[in-house]
């Protein structure tokens, strides 16, 4: 079974940078060693009145993970 790698606080904060400068997903992406699909979808879910806030994505996370953990 394949180990799922979650985004960092600090991959979070580089995607916000980079995205900020209009750098491409893909080259986020290859900047970040991860697949473009997975900046796509950190980009799509944790955006917040349409711009991706690191802060705001970070808390998004971590509010997911608590809620997950209680269905269990």
């Known amino acids: 079974m394949k180990k799922i790698n979650k985004?960092?606080?600090k991959?979070?904060?580089?995607?916000a940078i980079w995205k900020s400068q209009n750098i491409s997903i893909r080259?986020?992406?290859?900047?970040l060693n991860?697949?473009?699909s997975t900046?796509?979808?950190?980009l799509k879910r944790?955006?917040?009145k349409?711009?991706?806030v690191a802060i705001h994505a970070q808390a998004v996370s971590t509010q997911r993970k608590?809620?997950?953990?209680?269905?269990?």
């Open 39 to 42: 900046v796509s979808r950190e």
């Open 66 to 72: 608590i809620k997950a953990r209680k269905r269990h």
């Open 50 to 52: 349409n711009i991706y």
């Open 27 to 31: 080259q986020i992406a290859h900047r």
């Open 11 to 15: 991959e979070r904060d580089l995607i």
């Open 46 to 48: 944790n955006r917040w």
């Open 34 to 36: 991860r697949q473009p």
């Open 7 to 9: 985004l960092t606080s």
